[in-house]
């Protein structure tokens, strides 16, 4: 066995440049803790397992999200469609309101499951039960699994992040 040579680090935002040359769907995350709800666009999203469906998410170590999700054990996670998902993204992106209010409060949310906020159009709704949290560098990466929301299923084209910008997909690739 050879040696593996030792990779050097990269400056922060050279690799958010480079890793933003890879195209993602957009969700937002909404956990509810409480009386209190939380919302936060994410990327990084990716299906793990179909048996049993589990999904990652990764959160930012102290956002306030994560840490509802942390303690409650759910979340709902909507996949946002280009035609309304863009505004939806930017708000959820930072903090909408003022600690203590609702962060949902200027978006149009339905109750799904488990009492979990989900986004009204959302092309796609599924509930999620945390199975496990491992935290890796300035992240905590959540596997959770997943149910369906069928009333929730939407139409359209999916929101897709690259870039540092939101886009929507022309055609299919031949």
Known sequence: ????????????????????????????????????????????ITSVSLAPPLVLVSF???????????????????????????????LCAGKISAEGDNQLDALPTHIGPHDLPLIDGAIECLVCSVEQIHTVGDHDVVIARTE????????????????????QLAQEAT
């Open 148 to 167: 369906p929301v069928p009333a929730a299923q939407g139409s359209g084209d999916p929101l897709v992040f690259f870039d540092a910008s939101f886009w």
């Open 1 to 44: 066995m050879s040696e593996r040579e030792e990779i050097k680090p990269i400056d922060p935002r050279l690799y958010r440049e480079l890793i933003g040359q890879f195209a993602t769907g957009v969700g937002v995350v909404t956990a509810l803790l409480g009386e209190q709800q939380y919302a936060m666009t994410a990327n990084s």
């Open 60 to 90: 930012m170590r102290d956002s306030d999200t994560g840490r509802a999700v942390h303690k409650a054990g759910r979340f709902g996670l909507s996949i946002l469609d280009s035609a309304d998902g863009r505004d939806v993204a930017r």
